[in-house]
């Protein structure tokens, strides 16, 4: 079974730039999430899709950060305008009982 | 809100010790429990998987107990190796398929 995919794997951007992430799940779970990881942190929850409708997006920065999930399928989540805090690890993850998560990408933003 | 702590945030043993890590939350309302594993720069590497009706996991040198009353949950690992050295996160899952982290333990397995 092909695991969870992400991309990029790291990206380094200013402040106020636009940066977006991709994800493409495991085939088949129909739940994606995408977690943000600050350095010694463990992850944060930001936004949950059940196939393509989002379930909580409770903790996601709406004023800055946006996410989609194409087709119940492949899912991006953009920040725009970055900041300084914004700097962490993206993970996304699918599962229906247990979960896989991807590689993540690392957002450095000086 | 589930809130979950893990202790120690960072233990360092000697090759050879026996590991156990620790972590509580405190809704006790969960489906299932997480045990994570973290090497730097890298995702999140499943180890085990406790449904909450269970009381244990095992695979290889690692176990996992669950004691969802108490709301606590222990990862043992045995014989402990240098290659062991990683971040351990554990998460528990509830009924709306919320996933919530604790920090971690950093683990040093010294040679």
């Known amino acids: 079974e092909a695991g969870v995919a992400q991309s990029p794997r790291y990206k380094i951007i200013e402040k106020r730039q636009s940066v977006a992430f991709w994800c493409n799940p495991i085939?088949?779970?129909?739940?994606l999430y995408w977690y943000q990881q600050i350095l010694g942190q463990g992850p944060k929850l930001l936004i949950q899709?059940?196939?393509?409708?989002?379930?909580?997006d409770s903790q996601l920065p709406k004023d800055r950060f946006s996410a989609e999930r194409l087709k119940g399928v492949d899912s991006t989540l953009k920040i725009q305008p970055a900041k300084l805090e914004d700097s962490a690890v993206y993970l996304c993850?699918?599962?229906?009982?247990?979960?896989?998560f991807g590689s993540g990408t690392r957002l450095t933003v000086v | 809100k589930q809130e979950v702590t893990q202790i120690p945030a960072a233990l360092s043993v000697p090759e050879g010790e026996n590991l156990v890590l620790n972590c509580s939350f405190t809704?006790?309302?969960?489906?299932?429990l997480q045990w994570f594993r973290q090497d730097p720069g890298k995702g999140l590497t499943s180890l085990l998987l406790?449904?909450?009706?269970?009381r244990e996991q095992t695979s290889g040198r690692l176990n996992a107990s669950l004691d969802k009353s108490s709301g606590r949950s222990t990862l043992y690992i045995a014989a402990s190796q240098p290659g062991d050295s990683a971040t351990y996160l554990c998460?528990?899952?509830?009924?709306?398929?919320?996933?919530?982290f604790g920090a971690g333990t950093t683990v040093t397995v010294r040679a």
């Open positions: 993850a699918s599962g229906a009982y247990g979960y896989t």
């Open positions: 085939s088949g779970h129909a739940t």
């Open positions: 899709f059940q196939n393509n409708g989002v379930v909580d």
């Open positions: 809704d006790s309302a969960i489906y299932n």
């Open positions: 406790i449904q909450s009706s269970q």
């Open positions: 998460a528990v899952r509830q009924d709306d398929y919320k996933l919530s």
